[in-house]
């Protein structure tokens, strides 16, 4: 469809393109007001600061489109919402001609006749191979790029080295690294990315944002000058900020606006008056992914809650499963992890709607507000439109799903909404938040060590005292922890003893009342994860304070990180995931089958 | 020729910029677990960024694992090698 600029304020839109390799989702930013001749094309980073770019990359496509640009961000073939896998083979083929089908795809819906292309990182890199190989672009906005892909492979293999924990199946000619596996094939297409050996100028001008945390100029700028491109060099602030955290990612408005400007300042807006924009794309619906068929939703009272409803191909039970953001990871998940969820979960029957909470990716921004912290919001309402959605359109259970603080949304809601079947519940390390708490949890867990657990069992390794020795060991910090832990003890048993009787509100009274509604809960353990001792103080060891509800379960997982973040945790995940729900079909609970390498209890 | 104080004030300077460590790195000891302190694995790799460019060099491949970052006394060891001879 194709539509011209007009006057008026117009939402982005969600769309689906196709890629030589499969179908690639996306946004389309449409100009506001009188629009220029050229769109903008933002091609994301890889992995973990794709996931911390996510709302710079929102908030550099709105400044964009006012600016008079018609912006397209997307998902590059195997990431994000788009079809297809990391573990695919090639994937730099599938990233480069992702952009160029981006560019066809702008063009042809914008009607924009000239191209610029903007990438961090990666991207960077990525644009100005897929700009020297499509030819015709005009401009490219590289913010911090890696000049070569054997940089980023460098630093990938660091990352993945560093790692804490979470065991990785990658092969040994495989790196599994902040969230993404990159094959043999890939990691061969990756080292022969090289920005400094392009022969034609790939753009008729640059402008190259360097790192605000290592300010250096690198040899882009120059040899670009070389083969004749105006190149502006700046250092302007922002990037360290954007890729520190999903959830404390700082949005550095003045360098977007300068980027905007930048682009302005040799892009004129047309002389033309604009015809009437006709409408834009409808959300599009039933789109074939990876097998499964999914729907871009807009719900809530004004449409202004996002999500992607994910559904069989064909048939459907009436169980729908809710996938609850977790910190400030928009509704891919962590790792890209509910979209592979959601795409197995269809394929073995249950739908799902992987969305976002009001002030995180796609849903409403309210007026003032940050990506605060999940405990603080009231998130519950948004979770509760989410289900009268899912009912609208004939689902009749709902279970929700959660990481962490997406597991407390998921419990709170569950208390507050009859309606609610199940609950998976992964490493929560808070299901309650008190503006007073009665004890020290909320205090010590702003802080991740390991497990209790973990540190009695490593006491019966050697090297630990070796590490003690050598002061390895952040002996006040896991003291601390263990106070607290005995502090809090104490304090239950003095109010049980005092009040004679067990207390009735906190975790364990409230997973037995949501028990006895009929609402399941299945709990998913990291087992050297602090979250770990938040449950056991609550729920016993191994929660053996439910051992006999028969609505209660408690897997563990060995070898996996908080967030799930190698691929090898994240199939075992979906797996468990997918059994639970198998048997919640069932007309009797019937524990059992749980995959090898975890422990049930 | 660097000393080792020089070694050890250059490489407490990188992590206060890239650590992203819980406490102040002048509290830390040589010894002392820096991902006990808060330093991610994104963090390491910005604070192996920033060495390399600090002292002009490149870790080797062998060289980028979990011990050769996790605390000040192991970087001070690598970036010894690395800058001997």
Same mark, same amino acid.
């Given at each position: 469809m194709k539509f011209d600029g007009q006057a008026r304020a117009l939402r982005p839109v969600p769309l689906v393109f196709e890629a030589p390799e499969g179908s690639c989702f996306g946004w389309l930013h449409p100009a506001q007001g009188v629009s220029r001749s050229t769109g903008v094309v933002l091609c994301r980073p890889m992995g973990y600061e794709a996931l911390c770019?996510?709302?710079?990359?929102?908030?550099?496509?709105?400044?964009?489109?006012?600016?008079?640009?018609?912006?397209?961000?997307?998902?590059?073939?195997?990431?994000?919402?788009?079809?297809?896998?990391?573990?695919?083979?090639?994937?730099?083929?599938?990233?480069?001609e992702s952009i160029e089908a981006a560019v066809g795809h702008i063009k042809r819906i914008a009607g924009v006749s000239r191209v610029a292309l903007f990438g961090v990182r990666l991207g960077a890199t990525l644009a100005v191979e897929a700009a020297g190989r499509m030819g015709g672009v005009d401009s490219l906005v590289l913010w911090a790029p890696c000049v070569t892909g054997r940089a980023f492979v460098r630093e990938m293999r660091a990352a993945s080295a560093n790692r804490s924990m979470g065991t990785s199946d990658a092969g040994p000619d495989e790196l599994d690294a902040m969230g993404c596996l990159y094959t043999a094939r890939t990691l061969e297409q990756l080292q022969a990315?090289?920005?400094?050996?392009?022969?034609?100028?790939?753009?008729?001008?640059?402008?190259?944002?360097?790192?605000?945390?290592?300010?250096?100029?690198?040899?882009?700028?120059?040899?670009?000058?070389?083969?004749?491109?105006?190149?502006t060099s700046a250092n302007w602030p922002g990037y360290a900020a954007m890729v520190s955290d999903p959830l404390d990612a700082v949005l550095e408005t003045a360098t977007l606006d300068a980027i905007a400007g930048w682009l302005?300042?040799?892009?004129?807006?047309?002389?033309?008056?604009?015809?009437?924009?006709?409408?834009?794309?409808?959300?599009?619906?039933?789109?074939?992914?990876?097998?499964?068929?999914?729907?871009a939703q807009r719900f809530d009272a004004d449409q202004s809650l996002f999500g992607i409803l994910c559904e069989p191909a064909e048939g459907r039970s009436e169980t729908a499963v809710l996938m609850l953001n977790v910190g400030g990871n928009y509704h891919i998940g962590p790792h890209r992890m509910y979209v592979k969820a959601a795409r197995a979960l269809a394929m073995a029957g249950y739908s799902s709607l992987r969305f976002d909470l009001a002030g995180i990716g796609d849903s409403r921004m309210p007026a003032g507000s940050s990506v605060d912290s999940m405990y603080f919001r009231d998130a519950m309402p948004d979770v509760r439109a989410a289900i009268d959605f899912l009912a609208q359109k004939g689902y009749r259970r709902f279970c929700l799903l959660g990481v962490c603080s997406g597991a407390y949304v998921a419990f709170q809601t569950?208390?507050?909404?009859?309606?609610?079947?199940?609950?998976?519940?992964?490493?929560?390390?808070?299901?309650?938040?008190?503006?007073?708490?009665?004890?020290?949890?909320?205090?010590?867990?702003?802080?991740?060590?390991k497990s209790i657990g973990y540190y009695r069992r490593a006491l019966l390794r050697s090297n630990l005292y070796q590490r003690l020795l050598r002061g390895e060991?952040?002996?006040?910090?896991?003291?601390?922890?263990?106070?607290?832990?005995?502090?809090?003890?104490l304090s239950r048993a003095m109010t049980a003893l005092l009040r004679r009787t067990g207390t009735d509100v906190g975790v364990l009274p409230s997973l037995r009342s949501l028990g006895a509604r009929g609402?399941?809960?299945?709990?998913?353990?990291?087992?050297?994860?602090?979250?770990?001792?938040?449950?056991?103080?609550?729920?016993?060891?191994?929660?053996s304070r439910l051992k006999a509800d028969p609505n209660f379960r408690l897997v563990m997982m060995e070898h996996s990180d908080h967030t799930f973040s190698t691929h090898a945790s994240q199939r075992m995940v979906i797996d468990i995931v997918r059994d639970h729900l198998d048997q919640q079909q069932q007309p009797a609970p019937a524990w059992g089958g749980i995959p090898a390498r975890v422990a049930a209890t | 020729?660097?000393? @080792?104080? $020089?070694?050890?004030?250059?490489?407490?300077? &990188? @992590?206060? $910029?890239?650590?992203?460590?819980?406490?102040? &790195?002048?509290?830390l000891g040589a010894d002392d677990d820096l991902y006990q302190h808060g330093m991610t694995s994104h963090a390491s790799v910005n604070v192996m960024l920033a060495l390399e460019g600090a002292f002009d060099i490149e870790f080797p491949d062998h060289m980028l694992?979990?011990?050769?970052?996790?605390?000040?006394?192991?970087?001070?060891?690598?970036?010894?090698?690395?800058t001997a001879g």
């Open positions: 770019s996510y709302r710079t990359y929102s908030l550099l496509a709105e400044t964009l489109a006012q600016a008079g640009f018609d912006v397209l961000r997307f998902d590059y073939q195997g990431t994000g919402d788009s079809a297809g896998l990391d573990t695919d083979a090639g994937r730099v083929t599938a990233w480069l990315l090289d920005c400094t050996r392009v022969q034609q100028p790939p753009a008729r001008q640059a402008l190259i944002i360097a790192r605000d945390d290592m300010p250096a100029e690198g040899p882009l700028p120059g040899k670009f000058r070389e083969l004749g491109m105006a190149v302005s300042a040799t892009e004129p807006r047309r002389e033309l008056a604009p015809a009437v924009r006709s409408a834009l794309p409808a959300l599009p619906e039933n789109y074939a992914m990876d097998g499964v068929r999914e729907s569950a208390l507050l909404d009859a309606r609610v079947s199940g609950q998976i519940l992964m490493n929560p390390r808070l299901l309650e938040w008190e503006a007073a708490p009665r004890d020290g949890w909320q205090a010590s867990m702003r802080r991740h060590y060991v952040d002996v006040k910090g896991v003291a601390h922890r263990m106070g607290m832990l005995l502090t809090a003890r609402c399941n809960t299945l709990m998913i353990m990291s087992e050297q994860d602090d979250a770990m001792d938040y449950v056991e103080f609550h729920l016993g060891k191994r929660g | 020729m660097k000393t @080792l104080e $020089d070694f050890q004030s250059q490489i407490r300077s &990188v @992590l206060r $910029d890239h650590g992203r460590l819980k406490q102040d &790195v002048s509290g694992k979990r011990s050769v970052f996790c605390s000040i006394a192991a970087i001070e060891r690598a970036l010894t090698e690395l």
